[in-house]
Each structure stands twice: as C-alpha cells, then as structure tokens.
C-alpha cells in the first residue's frame, strides 16, 4: 500500500528538519509557497525553523503574505506564524511584527476564521523536544 503523497511529503520534511538538512531549504519553502498537498505545510515549516536562518524567514514571511491575504483559506498560516516567531526569537529579529501589529495580516485573516485563535509559539517546544532527543 503506498502512502498518499502528503503523508509522504510531510514525513520528508520532518525528517530532514530534524537532521537540519539545509539543502532543502529552497525546495521546501517553493512547496510550502505552493500549498498543493494537505498537511504537508506543516512539516516545512517545522523544518524551516529549525535551520533558523534569515532565508528561513523570508520563506515564512511571503508565505504568510500571500495566505494571509487569502480568508478562505485555512492552510498551514498557524504553523508559519508559529515558525516565524521561532526564528525571530532565536536571531534577534522581528520579521513577524509586521503581520502581527494591530489591524496587520494576522490579525485581518485571523478574524474572519471560523474559530479564531492567536499565534502560539508551539514550534519552539517542538524544537525543544527535537534538540532533546538528539
């Protein structure tokens, strides 16, 4: 029995977020920024932000960009937001401001969500535990 596609893709993702396999920086945020496969986001983002980096956040953050412009849609935004924060805590850096500031992205596509909710910081614990098991 072959696995669908985005259980395949999101285990890939995870597995090279935990070995921070940084050459599959550019190939997972063109995936993440293409959104074909469901649940599939979520193991990019994880590994984006375990490489942690500038180019990281700049995957994250046009993700953000587009998607969030988009109500309708109900994708991975929590997990990129989570990412993001995560990098930004780690570098020093305040790339999710902007969509985070009142009236910013977040706040616009959060609202009209069927059950809004605000952005967690659950990617660090998951880098926690990833760093503990290694």
Do not use: K
Request: glycine share 6%.
């Amino acid at each position: 029995m072959a696995l669908p596609p985005h259980r395949s893709r999101l285990t890939a993702a995870w597995l090279i977020g935990v070995d921070r396999r940084q050459h599959f920086r550019d190939v997972l945020g063109d995936l993440l920024l293409a959104s074909q496969l469901c649940f599939s986001g979520q193991g990019y983002c994880f590994a984006l932000a375990r490489f942690c980096t500038e180019e990281d956040a700049l995957h994250l953050a046009a993700y953000l960009e587009r998607y969030l412009q988009q109500p309708d849609c109900q994708y991975d935004q929590h997990w990129a937001i989570s990412a993001l924060l995560h990098i930004d805590s780690r570098a020093g850096t305040e790339h999710a401001s902007r969509f985070l500031a009142p009236g910013g992205l977040w706040h616009q596509w959060n609202d009209v969500q069927f059950r809004p909710s605000p952005p967690s910081r659950f990617i660090d614990e998951l880098c926690a535990l990833t760093d503990s098991l290694s």
